[in-house]
């Protein structure tokens, strides 16, 4: 069965919509009254505590003014904690409660869980293939001609 490049890049979307899906059913379903968008600050601030809310524009390319509602929520919460900048005291140096870690700490749990579900069957050798071959198509698609045949 010969697949059209149409169809392989169809089947990514399809396997990254399918594995999202279950990630919105966990938030959904989950006690933790956070969103897709919530845990993707979480994270942020759980690799770089002490980052501000440029640090994260800079880093995710979202709105400034999405991410101060996004950041006003999560400290409302209890989720997220924060001191001004010593250097510029306009900035606010973030990082996770102890509250925000248990969360992020959830989460990260069944993102492992869902994972391992996700590529239950594959070899290692498969596994290797699989991530070279999306490496691939990652590089083909941020090289400069991308758009161009």
Do not use: C
Not at 3 to 26: C, G, I, K, W
Not at 56 to 71: E, P, V
Not at 77 to 82: A, I, R, V
């Amino acid at each position: 069965m010969k697949n059209s490049p149409e169809d392989l890049l169809d089947l990514v979307h399809t396997v990254m919509h399918e594995y999202r899906s279950a990630q919105y059913r966990f938030l959904r379903d989950s006690h933790h009254d956070i969103t897709h968008m919530d845990h993707k600050v979480l994270n942020f601030f759980a690799v770089h505590p002490g980052a501000t809310q440029s640090d994260l524009a800079a880093h995710s390319g979202r709105d400034k003014a999405q991410l101060a509602r996004l950041i006003k929520g999560l400290r409302e919460q209890g989720l997220l904690d924060g001191k001004p900048d010593e250097a510029d005291r306009r900035n606010i140096r973030l990082w996770l409660t102890h509250g925000g870690e248990e969360v992020h700490g959830a989460l990260r749990q069944q993102a492992k869980r869902l994972s391992k579900k996700a590529i239950a069957g594959l070899s290692q050798a498969q596994q290797e293939q699989l991530a070279a071959l999306l490496q691939t198509i990652r590089e083909n698609l941020s090289a400069p001609d991308a758009t161009r045949s």
